[in-house]
């Protein structure tokens, strides 16, 4: 199958659409499910402990943590001409604990060498952010579409993660995706024209929670 970077764009805007859902869909075979970016410890602690902490904590990693980070640079990847190489090196230096490293190179390899063959892209492992741009670049769709996919499967693999850890059942999970709707839209209109000096945030319970994780005597997810 040639991907949407091998024929003229407009003739295949809608398969290439269908297709960027494939491909940012946590059912993709990433190993997505197996993370949870420190999640898993702060549902432990009660710190997160029903459907509005657990909306507010996703919130606020879209926002101020490795949603907003990513988000930055898949556009910056996604952009012409992208130096892909150094984005790789910044969306590492992106990752504040070794969980958090782990789990962008992880996916981000097994993205790329899945993706490859379907979209011809190059399938040399980088952090998944640089990955996804990488593929995706030449599918001419708009930047704030594809980041919205991409933040859209993030706050997906976290409720799903919930949902197998604490009581929460599958139609709040699916409410609570629903109700994240205008931030992720908001946040990808934003990252879509986003520069490197845009990168930053501040989700400290959040990175926190990936640093405990780490010591964490069981564990069902790897971050």
């Known amino acids: 199958m040639d991907g949407p970077s091998a024929i003229p764009t407009e ?3 809608q398969g290439a659409r269908l297709l960027a859902v494939q491909l ?7 190993g997505a499910f197996a993370y949870a970016q420190g999640l898993e ?3 432990d602690q009660g710190s997160v402990n029903n459907a509005a902490t657990l909306a507010a904590w996703i919130a606020d990693v879209l926002e101020y943590g490795a949603g907003w ?27 504040l604990t070794s969980e958090r490293l782990t789990e962008t190179l992880e996916q ?5 060498s899945t993706a490859a063959p379907i979209t011809g892209a190059d399938s040399m492992p980088v952090a998944l952010p640089v990955s996804v741009g990488r593929a995706l670049a030449g599918f001419g769709l708009p930047r704030a579409e594809v980041i919205g996919l991409y933040l859209h499967g ?9 949902v197998r850890f604490m009581p929460l059942g599958q139609a709040e999970g699916q409410r609570i995706l629903a109700s994240l709707s205008p931030v992720i839209l908001r946040l990808s209109a934003l990252a879509a024209d986003a520069t490197e ?3 930053g945030g501040c989700a400290i319970g959040a990175e926190i929670a990936q640093m405990r994780h780490e010591t964490m005597t069981v564990r069902i997810f790897r971050t």
């Open 69 to 95: 980070s990513d988000a930055v640079i898949l556009s910056l990847a996604l952009r012409p001409g992208a130096d892909h190489a150094a984005l790789d090196e910044l969306a590492r230096a992106m990752c």
């Open 108 to 112: 981000g390899a097994a993205f790329a």
């Open 154 to 162: 993030l706050a997906l693999n976290l409720i799903q993660a919930a």
């Open 41 to 43: 410890w702060a549902m």
């Open 197 to 199: 000096d845009d990168l």
């Open 11 to 13: 003739a295949n805007q």
């Open 24 to 30: 940012l869909s946590p059912a993709f075979p990433t």
